[in-house]
């Protein structure tokens, strides 16, 4: 890990983005200049065969930049350059349960596992270890954004912000919200509605003291959800949002118990995203993780009020929540983007979270009865996932005019990928599971990377023009 500054930059090689859902965009023989506050201000496409490199110095002495202030980053052969993964879900405090999501149901899951981790990391030294563990581990595995859930203890969340800020990967950081007496433990809960409110105004201050623009860090609003939360506590949370435009993260639908103890705990509310509209949750600042089982009502209630979804394929799996229906999500106005949730998901790879998306479509396509248009439009497809790990997390997020492809005036949030080279002899140039023969076209390549890829493939990656992860 280097914590050095970003200078101005140039890559040359290969960049892969993805322009839209359905299509990816190849820039080969390209140059992507950089500036010293990590912002894309040069792109040079295609520049043909032989004559990257002097391209690339004519264009640096068009900006007027100094050979001595650039740092030079070239794709060798098997490399090319991919926007920094964005996980719009997971739960840092968790990371060291990964694997463990036990054979039970969710609530027992969090009485048995997740409630007794979290509350040990009022002590800062163990959530040191956490915390450090878990943002080196994500930006191992190319993830440049996450959206963190902590823990109700103030400090020990404070403390998470500033590793993300002074290891640099970007983040929101929220301090998890849970008052209510019925359902959270003795041990582990807040006092009341108003000290939740309270405490997590302490973590927004902190946040603007160490990084006043949000510029890498980011408070965001946490009510863990509905049932952990009294009414009083998410009211004050959502005029706490309207006050100062916070992002909200939350869960939605996970699984059927989850939607029947909601519907016994708010009867007055008609579903439950009506609970989260009801008392002012429900904004296009609002992230809501799962919705396995929204309804056609509830799916409108989200998409008219702009919130988003992050879909968590492996944790819906593992728990055997359901599988969510990320094609129908989209055709009800909704945006959607990936979460590993760490540790309901075993994984903290966006990577495998694509590729679990991918799976999980084809269960859903599984589970329509009619052969036809209809059961091969639930399967995702390479293009369709991909476009969830970068730029529909940046919509989700509120990020999209900032990072998630590389466009001159986006920030260089960045993964290089080097895929290994077998040679006419068998032997191989590189590491990991994905093999490169040569005649793969780019299509091709993006497909191995994405099914058989892992942070092995993961050689580089930068926030906002810092270089904050390289592999030896």
Not at 147 to 164: F, G, K, P, S
Not at 216 to 245: D, H, W, Y
Not at 266 to 271: A, E, G
Not at 327 to 337: C, D, F, P
Request: aromatic letters at 8%.
């Amino acid at each position: 890990m280097t914590g050095r500054q970003a200078n101005k930059l140039v890559a040359l090689g290969t960049f892969v983005h993805c322009h839209s859902r359905q299509a990816i965009e190849f820039m080969h023989n390209s140059v992507v200049c950089v500036d010293e506050n990590g912002k894309i201000v040069r792109i040079e496409k295609e520049t043909g065969e032989g004559r990257l490199h002097a391209k690339a110095h004519a264009v640096i002495e068009e900006l007027g930049w100094h050979h001595e202030d650039v740092n030079w980053h070239v794709c060798e052969p098997g490399q090319f350059f991919f926007p920094g993964f964005i996980d719009t879900h997971i739960h840092a405090s968790q990371y060291p349960n990964a694997g463990i999501f036990g054979k039970s149901t969710l609530l027992d899951w969090l009485e048995t596992y997740t409630f007794p981790l979290e509350a040990s990391l009022a002590s800062l030294p163990k959530a040191r270890q956490v915390y450090t563990a878990c943002v080196r581990r994500t930006l191992a595995h190319g993830t440049t954004t996450a959206a963190y859930y902590a823990t109700i203890d103030v400090a020990a969340t404070n403390l998470l912000a500033d590793l993300c800020l002074s290891i640099g990967q970007r983040a929101f950081v929220g301090r998890v919200c849970m008052d209510d007496k019925g359902l959270n433990p003795d041990y582990y809960r807040d006092e009341s509605a108003e000290a939740s409110i309270q405490k997590t105004k302490e973590v927004i201050e902190h946040i603007e003291s160490v990084d006043p623009s949000f510029d890498i860090v980011a408070p965001i609003l946490t009510p863990r959800f509905a049932p952990s939360c009294s009414k009083e506590a998410m009211t004050g949370l959502a005029e706490l949002q309207r006050e100062k435009n916070l992002a909200v993260q939350t869960h939605i639908s996970e699984n059927k118990g989850e939607i029947a103890l909601v519907a016994k705990l708010f009867p007055d509310s008609d579903s439950y995203a009506g609970v989260y509209d009801q008392y002012g949750l429900l904004t296009p600042r609002t992230v809501l993780a799962h919705a396995v089982h929204v309804t056609t009502e509830e799916a409108d209630l989200i998409a008219s009020r702009g919130a988003k979804v992050s879909h968590c394929p492996c944790s819906n799996s593992s728990i055997t929540s359901g599988a969510a229906r990320v094609r129908w999500l989209w055709s009800r106005g909704i945006e959607v983007g990936l979460g590993t949730d760490v540790s309901g998901g075993y994984s903290p790879s966006v990577l495998e979270a694509a590729r679990q998306a991918v799976l999980v479509s084809r269960h859903v396509a599984m589970g329509v009865e009619q052969e036809g248009e209809e059961k091969e439009a639930a399967k995702l497809t390479v293009e369709e996932v991909l476009y969830l790990a970068t730029r529909g997390g940046a919509k989700c997020l509120g990020m999209e005019e900032r990072v998630g492809g590389f466009e001159v005036g986006k920030e260089w949030d960045a993964q290089m990928i080097g895929l290994a080279v077998v040679g006419e002899d068998g032997e191989k140039t590189g590491e990991g599971n994905v093999d490169m023969f040569g005649w793969e076209n780019w299509e091709e390549r993006m497909a191995k990377w994405l099914y058989n890829g892992d942070d092995r493939n993961t050689k580089k990656v930068w926030v906002k023009g810092r270089l904050v992860h390289e592999r030896k």
